[in-house]
């Protein structure tokens, strides 16, 4: 791809985006037939309300939700499918190590952040263990030596620190996110962006750029191959609450401090 | 979101620790059988499938012209999973059970199961699926046995012929669980009449008797919680907290494997938790059914007759509506009226009795290509349910100690009980 074609197809990326997130605010209503009240309402329960989460931005992210989905429908998906047909099963599998293996660094450096000495050692133990023994990363013999692998990363470290998750937020191509772990998101890619400068490993190549567009492309088609997620594919009208609901409980119980034993 | 619905009722429960020893020669764990249904099977009791398939999404216009409101953007027609083999083979129709959709985690163990011993498959959504009632139901109003067989039946006829130009086929056959196995039989009786297919074969896997008493035990399961189904809001957030403070005394490393048999080994939950957590399963895919067909239907019943809901339009209070409303509000306030509607004269209990395999145990008990698995224990029938189907199928039922509803339908031998039923040749065994 030229670098003109680059930036069209972001321009046109962004332009989608921006047009799907504005379509809500242009739709007006003309000879509608009128409304009548419904059968039942939410006035008549006297219950607590299930599966909140704070979403005052929902119509945003409702159009991100779905400008997800066609981003997956059109490029995203094939694009994994094409990988997954033409790569066998094998070398899916150490591609998905290697990567893997790189990810140990930001479970590092987190659990670092959070001071937390037993595991930042487990995760060092693997990473050493993985890309030494285990070929560079391509194979995980470090959890069969009982090395527990430990997933982290800068909104976790917040949230350890007492940081609150803010509003719900869905990312575009990311997907779920808050405003904490997006924040957290930013800083992670700058320290891997950092050590990666530091070490420069393809610079000696002559082709540093083209190499490291390739590995970067490679690494997002490995973790959308990892990922089983299928925006929509419930077919459940409810959906986004659900998916908005798991994200949050999730990330809110895997962050917080461990409480002490009574 | 199948593998979060997944997460949601894995997450939620927990199951007491199977108590001494196993009473026979059947390896399935898990003793009772609200725990069964909750857990299901774990990955390493369910047998490894092939890594790669060759398989396609079909997405079928079912309903030409159909219209579809904006806030289905989403839904382009009925989808169904379609496994294929380069060799003439037999292929087996697949239906999901009550809300689940064609990629519903056991249907496609199924269909894997079945794809590795050589069969062709596709696989449907269930009847009471939202996509199924946006894109194939006729009516669009969802748990009538006969309609919704007829709706079944075009959606197969479609499937079929829009591969019939890629594979060869060797027989049809038909198999369906839960909610799923009752449509089954009911598509194999219209069959009879039109002759598409003519199946060979049609597996019952943990089929109710009648709809309405199996749903009744469910929704009796929700009235064991303190203050009834109305306070389900209030049930469900005290069992999450529980859940998550658990999570956080203990020194669990991630939401894992480790940590969810820590909460069965624990008994977190009591019996009658874990059975509201059922209950409250069901009323959220209920929920689901509810909304997206007074949708369809511009009914009224949760959404303002006339409301056009855009695709970014909150719906969380129509998700708190639903979830409130019980299988008998939908019957009595929605379901009944309508086909009373089609049908004048029609009593209630006439619908409920139509509802029910009994209505055609004639043709059950005439036909030996039907076959049926169940468990003793699970809690979709009760006892005179279980011992008439034990009574009407006779030698062409099996029934399993244990595994609940559904729980153990993933294992390794109950899988291979499948792939046996379709393989092994002919029919036999006509009496009861």
Same mark, same amino acid.
Not at chain 1, 208 to 218: D, M, N, P, Q, R
């Given at each position: 791809?030229?670098?003109?074609?680059?930036?069209?197809?972001?321009?046109?990326?962004?332009?989608?985006?921006?047009?799907?997130?504005?379509?809500?605010?242009?739709?007006?209503?003309?000879?509608? &037939?009128?409304?009548?009240?419904?059968? #039942?309402?939410?006035?008549?329960?006297?219950?607590?309300?299930?599966?909140?989460?704070?979403?005052?931005?929902?119509?945003?992210?409702?159009?991100?939700?779905?400008?997800?989905?066609?981003?997956?429908?059109?490029?995203?998906?094939?694009?994994?499918?094409?990988?997954?047909?033409?790569?066998?099963?094998?070398?899916?599998?150490?591609?998905?190590?290697?990567?893997?293996?790189? !990810?140990?660094?930001?479970?590092?450096?987190?659990?670092?952040?959070?001071?937390?000495?037993?595991?930042?050692?487990?995760t060092?133990?693997?990473?050493?263990?993985?890309?030494?023994?285990?070929?560079g990363?391509?194979?995980?013999?470090?959890?069969?030596?009982?090395?527990?692998? #430990?997933?982290?990363?800068?909104?976790?470290?917040?949230?350890?620190?007492?940081?609150?998750?803010? &509003?719900?937020?869905?990312?575009?191509?990311?997907?779920?996110?808050?405003?904490?772990?997006?924040?957290g998101?930013?800083?992670?890619t !700058?320290?891997?962006?950092?050590?990666?400068?530091?070490?420069?490993?393809? !610079?000696?190549t002559?082709?540093?750029?083209?190499?490291?567009?390739?590995?970067?492309?490679?690494?997002?088609?490995?973790?959308? #191959?990892?990922?089983?997620?299928?925006?929509?594919?419930?077919?459940? &009208?409810?959906?986004?609450?659900?998916?908005?609901?798991?994200? #949050?409980?999730?990330?809110?119980?895997?962050?917080?401090?461990?409480?002490?034993?009574? | 979101?199948?593998?979060?619905?997944?997460?949601?009722?894995?997450?939620? =429960?927990?199951?007491?620790?199977?108590?001494?020893?196993?009473?026979?020669?059947?390896?399935?764990?898990?003793?009772?059988?609200?725990?069964?249904?909750?857990?299901?099977?774990?990955?390493?009791?369910?047998?490894?499938?092939p890594?790669?398939?060759?398989?396609?999404?079909?997405?079928?216009?079912?309903?030409?012209?159909?219209?579809?409101?904006?806030?289905?953007?989403?839904?382009?027609?009925?989808?169904?999973?379609?496994?294929?083999?380069?060799?003439?083979?037999?292929? =087996?129709?697949?239906?999901?059970g009550?809300?689940?959709?064609?990629?519903?985690?056991k249907?496609?163990?199924?269909?894997?199961?079945? @794809?590795?011993?050589?069969?062709?498959?596709?696989?449907?959504?269930?009847?009471?699926?939202?996509?199924?009632?946006?894109?194939?139901?006729?009516?669009?109003?969802p748990?009538?046995?006969?309609?919704?067989?007829?709706?079944?039946?075009?959606?197969?006829?479609?499937?079929?012929?829009?591969?019939?130009?890629?594979?060869? *086929?060797?027989?049809?056959?038909?198999?369906?669980?839960?909610?799923?196995?009752?449509?089954?039989?009911? =598509?194999?009786?219209?069959?009879?009449?039109?002759?598409?297919?003519?199946f060979?074969?049609?597996?019952?896997?943990?089929?109710?008797?009648s709809?309405?008493?199996?749903?009744?035990?469910?929704?009796?399961?929700?009235?064991?919680?303190?203050?009834?189904?109305?306070?389900?809001?209030?049930?469900?957030?005290?069992?999450?907290?529980?859940?998550?403070?658990?999570?956080?005394?203990?020194?669990f490393?991630?939401?894992?494997?480790?940590?969810?048999?820590?909460?069965?080994?624990?008994?977190?939950?009591?019996?009658?938790e874990?059975?509201?957590?059922?209950?409250?399963?069901f009323?959220?895919?209920?929920?689901?059914?509810?909304?997206a067909?007074?949708?369809?239907?511009?009914?009224g019943? *949760?959404?303002?007759?006339?409301?056009?809901?855009?695709?970014?339009?909150?719906?969380?209070?129509?998700?708190? *509506?639903?979830?409130?409303?019980?299988?008998?509000?939908?019957?009595?306030?929605?379901?009944?009226p309508?086909?009373?509607?089609?049908?004048?004269?029609?009593?209630?209990?006439?619908?409920?009795?139509?509802?029910?395999?009994?209505?055609?145990?004639?043709?059950?008990?005439?036909?030996?290509?039907?076959?049926?698995?169940?468990?003793?224990?699970?809690?979709?029938?009760?006892?005179?349910?279980?011992?008439?189907?034990?009574?009407?199928?006779?030698?062409?039922?099996?029934?399993?100690?244990?595994?609940?509803?559904?729980?153990?339908?993933? @294992?390794?031998?109950?899988?291979?009980?499948? =792939?046996?039923?379709?393989?092994?040749?002919? *029919?036999?065994?006509?009496?009861?």
């Open positions: 791809m030229t670098n003109h074609n680059r930036y069209r197809a972001r321009y046109c990326i962004f332009a989608l985006m921006l047009g799907l997130s504005l379509a809500g605010c242009a739709a007006t209503m003309v000879n509608t &037939p009128v409304e009548e009240p419904p059968r #039942h309402s939410i006035s008549e329960f006297k219950d607590q309300r299930f599966a909140e989460v704070a979403d005052p931005w929902e119509g945003f992210n409702r159009n991100m939700y779905r400008f997800n989905f066609y981003f997956d429908t059109y490029l995203f998906l094939p694009v994994v499918n094409g990988y997954e047909f033409v790569t066998p099963t094998f070398v899916q599998e150490r591609i998905s190590s290697f990567y893997n293996n790189i !990810g140990e660094v930001k479970n590092l450096t987190n659990s670092l952040f959070q001071l937390k000495g037993t595991e930042s050692a487990t060092l133990g693997r990473f050493l263990t993985n890309s030494t023994i285990g070929l990363g391509l194979f995980d013999p470090a959890t069969s030596f009982g090395l527990e692998r #430990h997933d982290q990363d800068f909104g976790k470290t917040l949230g350890y620190w007492g940081s609150d998750s803010g &509003p719900y937020l869905v990312l575009p191509i990311f997907g779920p996110s808050s405003v904490r772990d997006t924040g998101l930013i800083v992670d !700058g320290i891997t962006y950092g050590i990666y400068a530091g070490i420069d490993p393809f !610079g000696s002559g082709n540093s750029f083209a190499i490291s567009s390739g590995v970067t492309t490679l690494d997002a088609v490995d973790s959308r #191959h990892q990922q089983s997620f299928r925006y929509y594919e419930s077919g459940y &009208p409810f959906e986004y609450y659900m998916v908005r609901f798991f994200y #949050h409980e999730k990330r809110d119980m895997e962050s917080r401090k461990p409480l002490p034993e009574n | 979101m199948t593998h979060l619905r997944l997460l949601f009722i894995t997450c939620l =429960v927990l199951l007491p620790l199977p108590s001494s020893a196993a009473d026979s020669s059947y390896g399935y764990p898990i003793q009772g059988s609200y725990e069964a249904t909750i857990i299901g099977t774990t990955a390493n009791l369910i047998p490894e499938f890594a790669k398939m060759r398989t396609r999404q079909l997405v079928l216009d079912v309903i030409p012209g159909r219209q579809k409101p904006p806030v289905f953007f989403y839904d382009k027609g009925l989808r169904c999973t379609f496994a294929y083999q380069k060799q003439k083979a037999p292929l =087996v129709f697949l239906i999901a009550a809300g689940a959709s064609d990629r519903a985690p249907l496609l163990s199924i269909m894997k199961s079945l @794809y590795q011993a050589g069969f062709h498959v596709i696989t449907l959504p269930s009847p009471s699926n939202a996509n199924f009632i946006i894109s194939a139901s006729q009516s669009r109003i748990g009538d046995l006969t309609e919704d067989a007829a709706d079944l039946y075009r959606a197969m006829e479609t499937a079929w012929k829009q591969v019939e130009g890629d594979i060869e *086929v060797s027989s049809f056959n038909l198999c369906g669980y839960s909610l799923g196995a009752s449509q089954a039989v009911a =598509v194999a009786k219209l069959d009879e009449e039109r002759r598409v297919f003519t060979r074969k049609v597996l019952m896997i943990n089929p109710t008797v709809l309405y008493s199996s749903v009744t035990r469910i929704e009796d399961m929700l009235k064991q919680i303190p203050g009834g189904p109305k306070k389900q809001g209030i049930f469900f957030n005290k069992m999450f907290s529980k859940f998550s403070e658990y999570y956080r005394y203990g020194n490393v991630a939401i894992n494997d480790d940590f969810l048999y820590s909460i069965y080994a624990e008994k977190l939950f009591s019996h009658e874990t059975g509201g957590l059922i209950g409250l399963t009323r959220i895919n209920l929920a689901g059914m509810i909304f067909s007074d949708v369809m239907t511009n009914s019943y *949760v959404v303002p007759k006339n409301r056009v809901l855009s695709p970014t339009d909150s719906l969380f209070d129509y998700f708190l *509506v639903s979830t409130h409303l019980s299988f008998f509000d939908y019957f009595n306030e929605y379901f009944y309508y086909f009373q509607k089609q049908r004048p004269g029609l009593t209630k209990q006439a619908l409920i009795e139509s509802e029910s395999i009994r209505s055609i145990e004639g043709y059950l008990k005439s036909s030996a290509k039907f076959g049926m698995m169940t468990n003793e224990n699970d809690f979709i029938l009760t006892k005179a349910e279980l011992d008439y189907l034990r009574q009407l199928f006779g030698e062409r039922s099996k029934i399993y100690p244990r595994g609940g509803h559904l729980g153990n339908i993933e @294992y390794k031998e109950n899988l291979a009980y499948v =792939v046996n039923f379709f393989t092994k040749e002919g *029919v036999s065994h006509d009496k009861p």
